[in-house]
């Protein structure tokens, strides 16, 4: 596991970072805000339906295409566009190639939210 950023302030170099690893699925940790994670990982296929009770999820497409899929309908995603997730609200994340993702959750939040199982997983810092 990465360690842990240094206290002191530094600019993050987001194609650096997403250059460092090559897993899908994965958050990396590259900043905090206060209370929340600034959060980058690749993803390609599915993800898991779940939803977070407590919080709210930001996705930002850095590079690709996401579809971010709700009971009611799909939103999709290109390169520039952000969608927030709102609490409580059941989502499925799907990329259909590689997507580069930004993410800014609560430190507290997991990834698959009320689901759980074989796809949790902390973020790591990178």
């Known amino acids: 596991m990465a360690a842990r950023m240094s206290t002191r302030p530094e600019k993050v170099n987001l194609a650096d970072k997403f250059g460092r690893f090559s897993e899908y699925w994965k958050q990396k940790i590259v900043a905090e805000v206060n209370d929340f994670y600034v959060k980058i990982a690749k993803l390609k296929g599915s993800f898991e339906w779940h939803r977070h009770n407590e919080e709210d999820e930001f996705f930002l ?30 989502h499925l994340p799907v990329a259909p190639e590689e997507a580069w993702v930004l993410v800014l959750e609560s430190k507290t939040a997991v990834n698959t939210g009320d689901r759980g199982g074989a796809r949790t997983a902390a973020p790591e810092w990178i």
Do not use: S
């Open 61 to 90: 497409v850095v590079k690709g295409r996401l579809t971010i899929r709700l009971r009611d309908r799909d939103i999709a995603l290109n390169e520039g566009e952000l969608f927030v997730v709102p609490r409580g609200t059941e």
